[in-house]
């Protein structure tokens, strides 16, 4: 198999770094409102169990957000091989169509809980609850992003 086409990788790795300070500005702006919020009302602790419950989360989900990078990373440099056959790109898109279900099942499954949260105006419990879920997605998605960078340059080292 010839080399990877380096520029177009490096490419992806570039956009996916700026998608990570978006989400990291995203992260800041958040934390920031949620802190507000319940300093105003009174209960500024629950900023930090939000925080905690979100790193709590994060913990139990980096082991498969990891594999899922390496794997689609390992898709994205095999992608980028110039002179695939036709088989060879049917064979990439399906396993480009497969991760990306994956991706999609876990936004499914972050926004069912932001649907399905308590309203703000039948529990003082809710801007908790929201809190948690929303940091805990924005740091699924930046590891996810970051264990995509980490592996792209890992197996450009390795040679594939």
């Known amino acids: 198999m010839s080399s990877p086409d380096v520029k177009r990788v490096n490419r992806t790795v570039m956009v996916y770094r700026v998608v990570q300070v978006a989400l990291l500005a995203l ?4 934390a920031f ?6 300093a105003l009302r009174g209960r500024p602790d629950q900023f930090i169990t939000s925080i905690v419950v979100a790193i709590v989360v994060q913990v ?10 390496w794997r689609d990373a390992g898709i994205e440099i095999e992608g980028s091989v110039p ?10 898109r399906r396993k480009r169509l497969m991760g990306d279900l994956w991706k999609s099942c876990a936004v499914i499954f972050f926004l069912t809980f932001v649907v399905l949260a308590p309203d703000q105006t039948k529990t003082k419990a809710a801007p908790l609850v929201l809190s948690g879920i929303l940091f805990s997605f ?3 998605c930046l590891a996810y992003f970051q264990c995509f960078n ?3 340059r890992k197996r450009m080292k390795q040679g594939l």
């Open 27 to 30: 992260l800041g702006y958040m």
């Open 33 to 38: 409102n949620f802190q507000r919020l319940f």
């Open 60 to 69: 139990l989900i980096i082991y498969p957000v990891y594999r899922l990078a």
């Open 83 to 92: 002179g695939l056959s036709g088989e060879q790109v049917a064979a990439l």
């Open 138 to 140: 924005l740091f699924a």
């Open 150 to 152: 980490f592996s792209v």
